[in-house]
């Protein structure tokens, strides 16, 4: 079994920058320079802000360049970029704070919007599930997350998916029961925080755990903590008839993609290519449309379900 498994129970056609407040360059742009000192990087200026915006046509216009690091930068990240400008730049890595050590370069946006969902690979709306309550989206290629509500994107964010030893598996799942701390079957060190489980019968669930810059684990999908307690609180739990029938599914959640193992990371082409790991939603839709009868169905089942129980307690 994986080791990180448990098994148990329970997201401009034109717009308007109103505000400049600086557009900052960290290093220079050009990937081949690789001989990149504490003086090269300059200190962060807080950036754009954007009011009404499309989405897909600010992220069209955002361009990036390579920070190669080496010790001595990599402790200087904290006086260099500020709390939330890291975070985003750790974002589109892939990677969390203690692991940025492993890389030898960081993909850095050359301007920061206030609104970090610019910077998510995922449209900013779908019209094909506005009648779908919650549903989530995992991309293998990109290693990144999207929830959404009612087609709006509400939250996107980095994951560190399946090795090519151990590969999560691809598809239609749902949130089925959750556990604020679980502790590997396999290894009893690994504490699994804000778990949800995605496959009971495999032990495939999303949680809290280390984000390396490249898909590691066990087949489960690794999350940021705020990201793992978000999806704990925000997703539904599936309703049991009893401990082996399902009354009723939980949040629908689409695994889609192949990574590239052995290549390029995917987002170590934005210098390049902008949009590189972007999805409009022309493509998201063909991975929503042979899943969306059976999600449809549950969800309405769900629905029934729900005020079924509400009435019976009345």
Request: charged share 20%; net charge negative.
């Amino acid at each position: 079994m994986p080791s990180d498994f448990l098994m148990h129970p329970s997201k401009i056609s034109s717009f308007f920058l109103t505000a400049i407040s600086g557009i900052i360059i960290s290093c220079n742009q050009h990937a081949n320079e690789n001989k990149k000192t504490e003086k090269d990087i300059k200190p962060v200026v807080e950036a754009v802000r954007t009011d009404t915006v499309q989405h897909d046509s600010i992220l069209s216009t955002i361009t990036y360049h390579y920070l190669p690091l080496d010790s001595f930068l990599i402790t200087q990240l904290k006086d260099k970029f500020s709390p939330e400008n890291l975070k985003l730049i750790l974002a589109l890595n892939r990677v969390d704070f203690e692991h940025v050590w492993k890389l030898d370069t960081l993909v850095v946006p050359d301007t920061f919007i206030e609104d970090l969902k610019m910077y998510s690979p995922f449209p900013d709306r779908l019209s094909l599930i506005t009648d779908i309550p919650k549903l989530i989206f995992f991309s293998y290629y990109s290693q990144m997350f999207a929830a959404y509500e009612h087609g709006n994107l509400v939250r996107w964010g980095p994951t560190s998916m399946g090795k090519r030893s151990t590969p999560t598996p691809t598809g239609l799942y749902f949130t089925n029961w959750k556990a604020k701390q679980t502790i590997s079957t396999e290894n009893p060190e690994w504490k699994l925080n804000w778990y949800f489980n995605l496959d009971n019968a495999r032990g495939v669930s999303l949680h809290q755990y280390d984000l390396p810059g490249f898909p590691a684990s066990h087949a489960c999908l690794r999350l940021y903590e705020e990201d793992a307690h978000w999806f704990y609180d925000w997703a539904e739990q599936w309703i049991l008839i009893d401990d082996h029938n399902i009354d009723a599914y939980g949040t629908p959640v689409i695994i889609f993609g192949t990574y590239p193992f052995g290549k390029r990371k995917p987002w170590l082409q934005l210098p390049v290519n902008n949009l590189a790991t972007h999805y409009n939603e022309e493509e998201l839709n063909k991975e929503i449309e042979n899943f969306l009868p059976v999600i449809r169905e549950r969800t309405s089942v769900r629905d029934s379900v729900v005020v079924f129980r509400q009435n019976a307690t009345l």
